[in-house]
Nanobody, 123 residues
Framework: QVQLVESGGGLVQAGGSLRLSCAVE????????VGWFRQAPGKEREFVAG????????VYGDSVKGRFTISRPGAKDTVLLQLNSLKPDDTAVYSC????????????????WGQGTQVTVSS
C-alpha cells in the first residue's frame, strides 16, 4: 500500500504562485511514477504533471507546460508541484496519485490517491 497526502493549496490572485507538496509513504519501492491531477467543478479530472520515481523524468499536460514544474528534491519521498503564472482557469482540486506500472497519463491508471487540496485563483 502507498499513502499520499497533499498540502499547500490556497487562494491566490491571477499571476501568482503556489507550491503544492505530496508526501508519499508506504511501499514506495513499488512506485513507478507519481502524477498530479486536477478537477474543477463540472469538469473531468485532468492530468497536470508526472514524474518517474526512479529516473526523475517529467511530463506535463499541455495546459500547464511552461508554467508548472514537478520535482522530487533529493529523491526524497515528497513530490512538489510549483504553480507559476496562475490563471483563474487553474482553479480546481489538485490531487497526487501513484501507480506501480507505466501506462497512459489518465486517472484510471493510477492506483493510489491523496485526498486533494483546493487551489483557487481569483481574477
Amino acid at each position: 500500500q502507498v499513502q499520499l497526502v497533499e498540502s499547500g493549496g490556497g487562494l491566490v490572485q491571477a499571476g501568482g504562485s503556489l507550491r503544492l507538496s505530496c508526501a508519499v509513504e508506504g511501499r514506495t519501492f513499488s512506485i513507478y511514477d507519481v502524477g498530479w491531477f486536477r478537477q474543477a467543478p463540472g469538469k473531468e479530472r485532468e492530468f497536470v504533471a508526472g514524474i518517474t520515481w526512479s529516473s526523475g523524468s517529467t511530463v506535463y499536460g499541455d495546459s500547464v507546460k511552461g508554467r508548472f514544474t514537478i520535482s522530487r528534491p533529493g529523491a526524497k519521498d515528497t513530490v512538489l508541484l510549483q504553480l507559476n503564472s496562475l490563471k483563474p482557469d487553474d482553479t480546481a482540486v489538485y490531487s497526487c496519485a501513484a501507480r506501480s506500472r507505466d501506462s497512459y497519463y489518465i486517472a484510471t491508471s493510477y492506483d493510489y490517491w491523496g485526498q486533494g487540496t483546493q487551489v483557487t485563483v481569483s481574477s
